[in-house]
T-cell receptor
Framework: DAKTTQPPSMDCAEGRAANLPCNHS???????VYWYRQIHSQGPQYIIH???NNETNEMASLIITEDRKSSTLILPHATLRDTAVYYC????????????????FGQGTILTVHP | EAGVTQFPSHSVIEKGQTVTLRCDPI?????LYWYRRVMGKEIKFLLH????????ESGMPNNRFLAERTGGTYSTLKVQPAELEDSGVYFC????????????????????FGPGTRLTVT
């Protein structure tokens, strides 16, 4: 599995965009980049994923560099409820593209949104 | 749609006793996963079921842990006998079938996690 590197913590003002970086310089061609978050005392929550194109959903946007060695999760208008640990995960798949499904969590980034 | 549920939410047992954790996945989800976070450590994968079959159990720490998913619906994780180092939060997750036809047509489903079971072994 590709190892991902994230800053241990970040701060963001409420209402501003939160940009969370992730380095995955050893990512292979068939590995997707997934983002999950864990709000205190809850189970992890899926946010978004992508392979090489930028992705957007109702929660966030994912920007993946052209060489796929890094990505940025963007929460466009952070709220206090977005305070959580954010995990960037490179999920492997086999040659046929089928996901193994096993998520490898690192330390993640503690995002604190303040008023 | 009901989410992933886990029971109990919290269990306190003595070293040497047996505990069984239960996970009810989202209806129709073929994939079921167990993870755990022990004190101060990262969330670690334990095993993965596809329906009733164990797809990957590479993360199971030792033979004191036994997971089952009879009938491909709910799953149980039994710890027998429990040790102090088993204390932590045990998460269950489920996802729909994952199919792959190559990178262009790959279909992937995110994992939905339950709230976890906090296990304390004293």
């Amino acid at each position: 599995d590709a190892k991902t590197t994230q800053p241990p913590s970040m701060d963001c003002a409420e209402g501003r965009a939160a940009n969370l970086p992730c380095n995955h310089s050893t990512i292979s061609g068939n590995e997707y980049v997934y983002w999950y978050r864990q709000i205190h005392s809850q189970g992890p929550q899926y946010i978004i994923h992508g392979l090489k194109n930028n992705e957007t959903n109702e929660m966030a946007s994912l920007i993946i560099t052209e060489d796929r060695k890094s990505s940025t999760l963007i929460l466009p208008h952070a709220t206090l409820r977005d305070t959580a640990v954010y995990y960037c995960i490179a999920e492997p798949s086999n040659a046929g593209g089928t996901s193994y499904g096993k998520l490898t969590f690192g330390q993640g980034t503690i995002l604190t949104v303040h008023p | 749609e009901a989410g992933v549920t886990q029971f109990p939410s919290h269990s306190v047992i003595e070293k040497g006793q047996t505990v069984t954790l239960r996970c009810d996945p989202i209806s129709g989800h073929d994939n079921l996963y167990w993870y755990r976070r022990v004190m101060g450590k990262e969330i670690k994968f334990l095993l993965h079921f596809v329906k009733e079959s164990k797809q990957d159990e590479s993360g199971m720490p030792n033979n004191r842990f036994l997971a089952e998913r009879t009938g491909g619906t709910y799953s149980t994780l039994k710890v027998q006998p429990a040790e102090l180092e088993d204390s932590g939060v045990y998460f269950c997750a489920s996802s729909r079938r994952t199919t792959g036809v190559g990178l262009a047509g790959d279909i992937r489903d995110e994992q939905y996690f339950g709230p976890g079971t906090r296990l304390t072994v004293t």
